[in-house]
């Protein structure tokens, strides 16, 4: 019955019959019922399933970038930025993809697109261009660049924890696969988007940037704030704080700088992501809570019982992974395959080979659709908010752009893992 409710709350998010914030309380509503009824899942376990560091982490970056819009900071970047590429669509979603990356590198990715999105519609506003292709090369940019490192993406926070992997160790396996990858990604994003990306940008070149700014000091405030979470986030594991406990340190010190209207504050927030992504999580901990994870897993781990067949273990790790990763939340699914890989040690197989393959499968796949990931979801949501039709990124557009961008990067990581194999095995 979980694997039913699921399917029915990806139908009615795909279809779009209704908005998917809708789709994601009426199957959270009707998976927490079921398990109660079936005896698998629990209103308590329902509870726990929510991610409260995501969502703390949400919440507290979009409120310090609603506390940024009045200032007109995001204009005064925008304007730089439309100045940096000169006219050039193709350099300025060149310029703001690469910058989104490297930062994802070492930031959650999830907070760096909550930053950079709001300031891509800005700058699509004042140029007076689609902000689709640039959202969505940010979204799926970021994707692929948290892959290569570490602290990129949660998933291999897990995995390293679980491996013993080092920062270095991972990222000199994952960073040249991920390398031609991203490349190949760009390169893809333009070619699908060049319809978009052929007409030369102007009216804007010789704006005075300087006089956008509404209020230096609160801008000033703001970043100030925003600058000492990116700090904690680079070193908050030694002090063992939460992400999501760092962006509110921020907030509280952005709030007692600017002092904001509150009730003004909390109008500007996304309620209907956050809504969306506590949904999503309950309908998600009602499958992993059914068994229906484990049952997979169990499978997977029959086949890596025979060494030779060791290789083909790892590119099915890696495509299920992917797959399942693109319709559910990758961290559910990295949570139940690790106990399967570590089990798998004990009874001496060479579980490093599937390390990476998980690693790449569940940071790749995300970008196959639109709520693949949570990077991908904000640039949804923004896209949406410019309350233009001609501007939503709708999932039968994601699955014409970002679906492709998926199939491709994980032909690359099957080639790259069958031509340099033993590079990661750990015998």
């Known amino acids: 019955m979980a694997g039913i409710i699921l399917v029915a709350a990806y139908a009615l998010i795909f279809s779009e019959v209704i908005h998917r914030t809708l789709a994601g309380v009426i199957g959270a509503v009707a998976m927490v019922l079921t398990g109660m009824i079936g005896g698998f899942y629990t209103q308590a376990e329902a509870v726990i399933a929510i991610d409260a560091n995501t969502m703390f982490l949400l919440m507290g970056m979009m409120t310090l970038v609603v506390l940024m819009k009045p200032t007109g900071g995001f204009e005064f970047l925008a304007i730089r930025m439309a100045k940096l590429s000169k006219g050039s669509p193709v350099r300025l979603l060149i310029y703001l993809s690469t910058a989104v990356t490297v930062i994802s590198l070492f930031l959650d990715n999830v907070t760096t697109v909550l930053v950079f999105a709001p300031l891509t519609v800005v700058i699509a506003r004042m140029l007076g261009i689609t902000p689709v292709p640039y959202l969505m090369a940010e979204a799926l940019l970021s994707d692929t660049g948290g892959v290569a490192t570490l602290v990129g993406d949660p998933p291999n926070v897990m995995i390293g924890s679980a491996a013993g992997i080092d920062f270095n160790t991972f990222l000199f396996h994952m960073g040249p696969i991920i390398l031609v990858a991203w490349f190949t990604t760009l390169v893809l994003l333009l070619f699908l988007f060049r319809a978009d990306l052929k007409k030369p940008i102007a009216g804007v070149l010789d704006l005075d940037e300087t006089r956008v700014l509404k209020d230096k000091k609160a801008l000033l405030s703001v970043l100030f704030s925003i600058g000492v979470v990116i700090?904690?986030?680079?070193?908050?594991?030694?002090?063992g704080l939460?992400?999501?406990?760092?962006?509110?340190?921020?907030?509280?010190?952005?709030?007692a700088l600017v002092r904001?209207?509150?009730?003004?504050?909390?109008?500007?927030?996304?309620?209907?992501?956050?809504?969306?992504?506590?949904?999503?999580?309950?309908i998600v901990g009602g499958v992993e809570r059914s068994g229906l994870l484990d049952l997979l897993g169990e499978q997977l781990a029959h086949i890596a019982q025979d060494p030779e067949k060791l290789l083909l273990t790892a590119l099915l790790f890696m495509w299920v992974s992917a797959l399942l990763s693109a319709a559910l939340d990758n961290i559910p699914f990295t949570v139940t395959m690790i106990p399967v890989i570590a089990h798998l040690e004990t009874q001496g197989v060479d579980v490093m080979p599937l390390w990476w393959a998980l690693a790449l499968g569940v940071g790749l796949g995300g970008n196959g659709t639109h709520i693949g990931s949570t990077a991908n979801v904000i640039c949804v949501a923004e896209a949406e908010r410019t309350g233009i039709p001609e501007f939503r990124i709708t999932p039968l557009m994601w699955l014409k752009k970002g679906t492709p961008v998926m199939l491709a990067t994980l032909l690359i990581s099957s080639l790259s893992l069958v031509l340099f194999f033993d590079y990661f095995r750990g015998a």
Do not use: C, Q, R
Not at 231 to 239: R, V
Not at 242 to 255: D, E, K, N, S, T
């Open 242 to 255: 939460f992400p999501g406990y760092v962006a509110w340190i921020g907030v509280a010190l952005a709030l």
């Open 260 to 282: 904001p209207d509150p009730d003004e504050l909390l109008k500007g927030l996304d309620w209907p992501v956050l809504f969306f992504f506590s949904g999503l999580f309950i």
């Open 231 to 239: 700090l904690l986030f680079f070193i908050h594991h030694h002090f």
